[in-house]
């Protein structure tokens, strides 16, 4: 039984050809343009305020389109942009050490094992050099060396120095910068901006997006709210899991109800697995925390070489201790890609060296660093992340290794988009983590920000107006019948959840599906195991359609209704990435099919058979797999190493 049928292939027929240098050149040139004063008479609206919304909006309103902008935070700064924390890849080669664009383009394409596009990665490391002179400007407060230049450090997947910082808070230095420039545009009336509210329906007129359907969460008022496109900056899904790196707020349910409304859904089995988290401590938890990634540059990954030795780490000598990253990636030591930092990991304490409640951990080690560098040193580099996890464990990691273990960060799946960063349908535009585009099957650490900000400052306003430049288009008002059928399902969708008289919580439901998740569709997928767990989820939904309860009123402030709408998204969704694993019978970067490894454990990559972007189109009964077939004509896709 494959679950899914397959229908027509797809292109992305907006990239240009010719060398992949003059590529973002020459489509620029040949995209239209809207002069002045027809952008005053185009209202765009922007779901999202993270680095790829606030920067969007920002940008469009300076250029003098009319621009809404919503996020369901009680304020633009805390959207989950504000949680990165390492820093921002740019190839600006400031070490000095080998590094270009195309090393950079490079890096990312290997380092997404092959199942990204050349095009839009090319585009994104040209952009990146412009990302750092427009964040600087803002005034956000990089690390800088004593002589007052901007300092690097390294990042897994490269061997060079590109990733620019500001201590362990890099995202909220980035997003205060991109916060300050959305406000700029707020006061001088370019932008309306929307706080805690959610967008719970996409409205599409005539086979355009024309608007959404939004809930104000304070007082529950549900309004449609229309426009001449549609930009989705909404992140990423990792909360399918339940357990992640992610703000409990997170959630699919924008991109969601897009793809009920034909966008496609591109990859959604590629989750990536942060190797350096906080081990779960138990049951009761509902989040996990990330210890970044810039930790790895110092910190020191090793293990017992006993198994199941539950000795203080000072009293494990050193000739007792597996550094196994540095044993196995000898050229990459620490600083592997996370994909392979993670499954080493759990290869090491699934033999049982793990450490800590449950074997569930292994040692991130600063003692070499501390006795090369003096502590405060160290300190200045780390002290926030340091303070973190000691307010978090208990445990002081200046005297302690940390203990840290694989958790879910980052989905490099999204909504299909086309060299423009439109989906499939005309005016529904995305941005960011929300859309698939540029990180294959892996991302690189410090590449979140970096295409967030490419998307929202630089690539999404010059490819919209191509789009927009077919207007003003016809008015369209509440009173239209897609508009009216929109709102109507929404007006349904809240009625059944706070009419069903059910006798379980919402969480008691996601909790449930997250474990699914992670044992079947997690950091190791086999073929029984996506079976299982797809007959798993099927039941399980329809037991939350018959005892979920959720009190309150639609009229209020009410988070449980807000978290039953969110659920039950998530139930499609996993769903749908489990069919995503099952019927990609490859191993290739956070998706890995037991079935398909190399004698020595690594991913093996079927490239005859599967080298395309999976865009799967919803279906009531079952998705339809619209293939993309991936050229690649400047890096030759080979068996990844980092030996």
Same mark, same amino acid.
């Given at each position: 039984?494959?679950?899914?049928?397959?229908?027509?292939?797809?292109?992305?027929?907006?990239?240009?050809?010719?060398?992949?240098?003059?590529?973002?050149?020459?489509?620029?040139?040949?995209?239209?343009?809207?002069?002045?004063?027809?952008?005053?008479?185009?209202?765009?609206?922007?779901?999202?305020?993270?680095?790829?919304?606030?920067?969007?909006?920002?940008?469009?309103?300076?250029?003098?389109?009319?621009?809404?902008?919503?996020?369901?935070?009680?304020?633009?700064?805390?959207?989950?942009?504000?949680?990165?924390?390492?820093?921002?890849?740019?190839?600006?080669?400031?070490?000095?050490?080998?590094?270009?664009?195309?090393?950079?383009?490079?890096?990312?394409?290997?380092?997404?094992?092959?199942?990204?596009?050349?095009?839009?990665?090319?585009?994104?490391?040209?952009?990146?050099?412009?990302?750092?002179?427009?964040?600087?400007?803002?005034?956000?407060?990089?690390?800088?060396?004593?002589?007052?230049?901007?300092?690097?450090?390294?990042?897994?997947?490269?061997?060079?120095?590109?990733?620019?910082?500001?201590?362990?808070?890099?995202?909220?230095?980035?997003?205060?910068?991109?916060?300050?420039?959305?406000?700029?545009?707020?006061?001088?009336?370019?932008?309306?901006?929307?706080?805690?509210?959610?967008?719970?329906?996409?409205?599409?007129?005539?086979?355009?997006?024309?608007?959404?359907?939004?809930?104000? =969460? @304070?007082?529950?008022? #549900?309004?449609?709210?229309? %426009?001449?496109? &549609?930009?989705?900056?909404?992140? +990423?899904? *990792?909360?399918?899991?339940?357990?992640?790196?992610?703000?409990?707020?997170?959630?699919?349910?924008?991109?969601?109800?897009?793809?009920?409304?034909?966008?496609?859904?591109?990859?959604?089995?590629?989750?990536?697995?942060?190797?350096?988290?906080?081990?779960?401590?138990?049951?009761?938890?509902?989040?996990?925390?990330?210890?970044?990634?810039?930790?790895?540059?110092?910190?020191?990954?090793?293990?017992?070489?006993?198994?199941?030795?539950?000795?203080?780490?000072?009293?494990?000598?050193?000739?007792?201790?597996?550094?196994?990253?540095?044993?196995?990636?000898?050229?990459?030591?620490? =600083? @592997?890609?996370?994909? #392979?930092?993670?499954?080493? %990991?759990?290869? &090491?304490?699934?033999?049982?060296? +793990?450490? *800590?409640?449950?074997?569930?951990?292994?040692?991130?080690?600063?003692?070499?660093?501390?006795?090369?560098?003096?502590?405060?040193?160290?300190?200045?580099?780390?002290?926030?992340?340091?303070?973190?996890?000691?307010?978090?464990?208990?445990?002081?990691?200046?005297?302690?290794?940390?203990?840290?273990?694989?958790?879910?960060?980052?989905?490099?799946?999204?909504?299909?988009?086309?060299?423009?960063?439109?989906?499939?349908?005309?005016?529904?535009?995305?941005?960011?983590?929300?859309?698939?585009?540029?990180?294959?099957?892996?991302?690189?650490?410090?590449?979140?920000?970096?295409?967030? =900000?490419?998307?929202?400052?630089?690539?999404?306003?010059?490819?919209?107006?191509?789009?927009?430049?077919?207007?003003?288009?016809?008015?369209?008002?509440?009173?239209?019948?897609?508009?009216?059928?929109?709102?109507?399902?929404?007006?349904?969708?809240?009625?059944?959840?706070?009419?069903?008289?059910?006798?379980?919580?919402?969480?008691?439901?996601?909790?449930?599906?997250?474990?699914?998740?992670?044992?079947?569709?997690?950091?190791?997928?086999?073929?029984?195991?996506?079976?299982?767990?797809?007959?798993?989820?099927?039941?399980?939904?329809?037991?939350?359609?018959?005892?979920?309860?959720?009190?309150?009123?639609?009229?209020?402030?009410?988070?449980?209704?807000?978290?039953?709408?969110?659920?039950?998204?998530?139930?499609?969704?996993?769903?749908?990435?489990?069919?995503?694993?099952?019927?990609?019978?490859?191993?290739?970067?956070?998706?890995?099919?037991?079935?398909?490894?190399?004698?020595?454990?690594?991913?093996?990559?079927?490239?005859?058979?599967?080298?395309?972007?999976?865009?799967?189109?919803?279906?009531?009964?079952?998705?339809?797999?619209?293939?993309?077939?991936?050229?690649?004509?400047?890096?030759?896709?080979?068996?990844?190493?980092?030996?």
């Amino acid at each position: 039984m494959d679950y899914y049928r397959e229908g027509e292939p797809v292109a992305d027929t907006k990239a240009p050809a010719g060398p992949i240098s003059e590529r973002w050149e020459k489509r620029r040139f040949s995209g239209r343009l809207v002069n002045p004063a027809n952008r005053r008479k185009l209202r765009v609206i922007v779901v999202g305020t993270g680095l790829a919304g606030a920067s969007a909006a920002a940008t469009l309103g300076e250029l003098g389109y009319r621009v809404a902008n919503y996020c369901f935070q009680d304020s633009a700064r805390r959207a989950h942009s504000i949680a990165a924390q390492g820093g921002i890849n740019a190839a600006k080669n400031y070490r000095n050490d080998g590094d270009s664009v195309h090393r950079l383009f490079y890096d990312t394409v290997k380092g997404g094992d092959f199942r990204s596009r050349e095009s839009n990665v090319h585009r994104l490391a040209e952009v990146s050099t412009e990302i750092i002179d427009q964040c600087v400007a803002q005034g956000v407060p990089f690390a800088r060396e004593y002589g007052g230049l901007l300092d690097n450090r390294s990042f897994g997947g490269a061997q060079v120095s590109r990733t620019f910082y500001a201590r362990g808070q890099t995202g909220q230095q980035l997003l205060l910068g991109a916060y300050q420039a959305l406000q700029r545009q707020v006061a001088a009336g370019t932008v309306d901006l929307h706080t805690r509210h959610e967008m719970l329906e996409l409205v599409v007129v005539e086979g355009k997006a024309r608007g959404i359907v939004v809930r104000d =969460l @304070v007082t529950g008022e #549900i309004s449609t709210e229309l %426009a001449d496109a &549609v930009v989705l900056a909404s992140g +990423g899904y *990792g909360n399918v899991f339940f357990l992640s790196t992610n703000a409990k707020g997170c959630n699919v349910t924008a991109s969601w109800r897009a793809h009920r409304k034909g966008a496609y859904f591109a990859n959604p089995c590629y989750t990536q697995i942060h190797p350096t988290c906080i081990p779960q401590s138990g049951d009761h938890q509902s989040k996990l925390t990330l210890m970044s990634e810039s930790l790895r540059n110092d910190g020191r990954v090793w293990v017992p070489k006993s198994k199941h030795d539950e000795r203080h780490p000072a009293d494990i000598p050193e000739d007792e201790r597996d550094y196994y990253l540095e044993r196995r990636y000898p050229a990459f030591g620490n =600083l @592997v890609p996370r994909d #392979i930092a993670s499954r080493a %990991a759990k290869v &090491v304490c699934d033999e049982g060296h +793990g450490v *800590g409640p449950g074997g569930l951990g292994v040692y991130l080690d600063f003692a070499d660093a501390i006795k090369r560098l003096g502590k405060q040193a160290v300190e200045a580099k780390y002290g926030n992340l340091f303070d973190m996890y000691e307010r978090i464990t208990g445990e002081n990691p200046y005297e302690r290794p940390m203990r840290i273990y694989p958790a879910v960060h980052y989905t490099m799946g999204g909504l299909w988009v086309d060299y423009d960063l439109s989906s499939n349908i005309p005016g529904l535009f995305v941005t960011g983590e929300a859309n698939f585009s540029d990180h294959g099957a892996n991302r690189l650490g410090a590449s979140a920000l970096m295409q967030g =900000l490419s998307d929202g400052y630089f690539v999404l306003p010059n490819t919209i107006s191509d789009y927009l430049a077919d207007g003003p288009f016809e008015a369209v008002d509440e009173t239209h019948e897609d508009v009216v059928a929109a709102r109507r399902e929404v007006d349904e969708r809240i009625a059944f959840f706070l009419g069903n008289d059910g006798d379980r919580t919402v969480d008691s439901f996601h909790r449930e599906l997250g474990k699914i998740m992670w044992e079947y569709c997690g950091m190791e997928r086999t073929d029984e195991g996506l079976r299982k767990a797809i007959g798993l989820i099927r039941d399980l939904k329809a037991e939350f359609y018959k005892r979920v309860k959720v009190t309150g009123k639609a009229e209020e402030l009410n988070q449980q209704l807000e978290k039953a709408g969110r659920v039950a998204d998530f139930f499609e969704l996993g769903e749908l990435m489990c069919i995503d694993a099952l019927h990609r019978t490859e191993s290739c970067g956070g998706h890995f099919r037991a079935e398909s490894q190399t004698d020595e454990g690594e991913a093996k990559r079927d490239d005859e058979h599967f080298s395309y972007v999976a865009a799967w189109e919803y279906g009531e009964d079952e998705p339809v797999l619209h293939k993309e077939s991936l050229v690649f004509e400047y890096v030759k896709p080979t068996q990844r190493s980092y030996k």
